[in-house]
């Protein structure tokens, strides 16, 4: 059974920079970051797929926020910068059991963290 432990988040204010973890246990293929704000659905953030050859990004947040797995560690990373109040909400880390060669949407994620508060004050 895999499992995912998110770690990082906190209080920032506008233009600061945060770094989420996921640490992992278990086999993990593709891997993403997922947020949620309080009254909205849950929106992928960003995932590593295709073998780690590839990332994608949702577009609010292109440019500023980067997804990168270190397997030795059996940790992924997501790195926030340039944040703003509207990246506010909770974050989770999820995996799949299986590599695919287009960008995950939730619905190929298998496994789920329980989830680390981001909170951007203007």
């Known amino acids: 059974q895999v499992q995912l432990v998110e770690s990082g988040g906190g209080s920032v204010q506008a233009g600061g920079s945060l770094r989420l973890s996921c640490r992992h246990s278990g086999y993990t293929a593709n891997m993403g970051w997922f947020r949620q704000a309080p009254g909205k659905g849950r929106e992928g953030v960003g995932s590593?797929?295709?073998?780690?050859?590839?990332?994608h990004y949702a577009d609010s947040v292109k440019g500023r926020f980067t997804v990168s797995r270190i397997s030795a560690n059996n940790t992924l990373y997501l790195q926030m910068n340039s944040l703003k109040p509207e990246d506010s909400a909770m974050y989770y880390c999820?995996?799949?059991?299986?590599?695919?060669?287009?960008?995950?949407?939730?619905?190929?994620?298998?496994?789920w963290g329980q989830g680390t508060q981001v909170t951007v004050s203007s």
């Open positions: 999820a995996a799949a059991a299986r590599w695919t060669g287009y960008p995950p949407s939730e619905a190929d994620f298998d496994y």
């Open positions: 590593i797929y295709k073998g780690d050859r590839a990332t």
